[in-house]
Structures are given as structure tokens and as C-alpha cells.
């Protein structure tokens, strides 16, 4: 069955940097569009970061802009998000999902709705 599963959290001082990833199984990778979500406590969930299977097109939330990087490998079914200069507003529970709609383009309205399976998320925690 289809499984996306997350790794790579922690707790890391303000300006520090993570590697998330997601190991995706159940599916072909390479056909499917992958977008990484963040939930802080109390508040939405919100989208970070998508990688398109065209061309491998990016997509970054503004706020995460030069600091985040997406990409994947396809040969290895997996997704990464490395994270850089990390500030106490990052924290929160990452989670990576799997857009429905084969070969989709990223989108920066971040429907939720259209993707169609998530991990279990991974707890990012930065201190200032």
C-alpha cells in the first residue's frame, strides 16, 4: 500500500539546519508531484515546499525562501527538504504528501485537498 514516512527531526538552536526526509513506498515516485506541510501548535496547516515532476519544478513558501531546499531521487524513492538557517518560527510537525493527480504541477494555493496520502509527520523544534 502507499506510504509516505518521515525522518530527520530534532531539536536544533535558531540559525541551525536539518535534513527531513521522506521515504515513500507503494507507488512509482517519478509520476507523482510531493509537497512538504508544516503544523505549529494551534495553528493550520500550511504548505513549505513542492517538487513537480516536470523538470523537477520547486515551489517555496515565502517564508522559508533561500533557506529551504526541496529535491528528490526518484531511484531511491525518496524526497528531502534540507532546512538552513533555522529560526524558533520553524518549529512545528512536518509532514510530506503525495498529490493526487499524476505528473500535477506544484501550486502556490497549497490545496490541501488534493493530496491524497501523508506521513506521520516528524517534530522540528528550533530554540532562540
Known amino acids: 500500500q502507499v506510504q509516505l514516512v518521515e525522518s530527520g527531526g530534532g531539536l536544533v538552536q535558531s540559525g541551525g539546519s536539518l535534513r527531513l526526509s521522506c521515504a515513500a513506498s507503494?507507488?512509482?515516485?517519478?509520476?507523482?508531484?510531493i509537497g512538504w506541510f508544516r503544523q505549529a501548535p494551534g495553528k493550520e496547516r500550511e504548505g513549505v515546499s513542492c517538487?513537480?515532476?516536470?523538470?523537477?519544478?520547486?515551489l517555496y513558501a515565502d517564508s522559508v525562501k533561500g533557506r529551504f531546499t526541496i529535491s528528490r531521487d526518484n531511484a531511491k524513492n525518496m524526497v528531502y527538504l534540507q532546512m538552513n538557517s533555522l529560526k524558533p518560527e520553524d518549529t512545528a510537525v512536518y509532514y510530506c504528501?503525495?498529490?493526487?493527480?499524476?505528473?500535477?504541477?506544484?501550486?502556490?494555493?497549497?490545496?490541501?485537498?488534493?493530496?491524497?496520502?501523508w506521513g506521520q509527520g516528524t517534530q522540528v523544534s528550533v530554540s532562540s
Open positions: 504528501a503525495r498529490d493526487r493527480r499524476p505528473v500535477a504541477r506544484c501550486s502556490p494555493d497549497w490545496e490541501i485537498s488534493v493530496y491524497d496520502y
Open positions: 507503494g507507488f512509482i515516485l517519478d509520476y507523482y508531484t
Open positions: 517538487i513537480s515532476v516536470n523538470e523537477g519544478k520547486t
